[in-house]
């Protein structure tokens, strides 16, 4: 982050080619991060090669990174 000069995890985020990330409301908002051509509801997100979801729920597999 310090590299790129971003602000937030966010701005990063958008720029990774491919990678869709749509905020809502404020610094404090929600963020949605989702694959180009994908279901938001089934992209894996891992944090040191461990998932922090679970893509076979049925409401999808949100995950709230700011815990």
């Known amino acids: 982050m310090e590299a790129s000069a971003a602000r937030s995890a966010s701005d ?4 990774v080619p491919g990678l869709n990330a749509l905020s809502s409301g404020g610094r404090a908002g929600v963020t949605n991060a989702f694959l180009r051509g994908s279901d938001p509801n089934y992209t894996l997100v ?22």
């Open 46 to 67: 891992l944090l040191d090669g461990v998932p922090l979801n679970d893509t076979t729920e049925l409401q999808g597999g949100a995950v709230n990174l700011e815990e």
């Open 12 to 15: 990063v985020l958008r720029q």
